[in-house]
């Protein structure tokens, strides 16, 4: 499944990636040329990160 919020999408690799490719084929589709930054943070064993981040950052701002 893929997630979205205000940080972006994650999901399981192969997923993204799909959502990804046909992403750039609807643009490639209207245009002569497509541009695409990706950037992936992949850390084995760790799961749910952006939570835990987002957890963390909350935690030191209620201090």
Do not use: N, Q
Not at 10 to 30: S, Y
Not at 36 to 63: F, H, M, N, Q
């Amino acid at each position: 499944m893929i997630a979205r919020d205000d940080i972006g999408a994650h999901g399981e690799w192969a997923e993204v990636m799909d959502v990804v490719k046909r992403a750039v084929a609807a643009v490639e589709a209207r245009a002569g040329r497509v541009s695409l930054v990706l950037k992936a943070d992949i850390r084995p064993g760790v799961t749910d990160g952006l939570t835990s981040k987002v957890e963390t950052v909350e935690r030191y701002l209620a201090d």
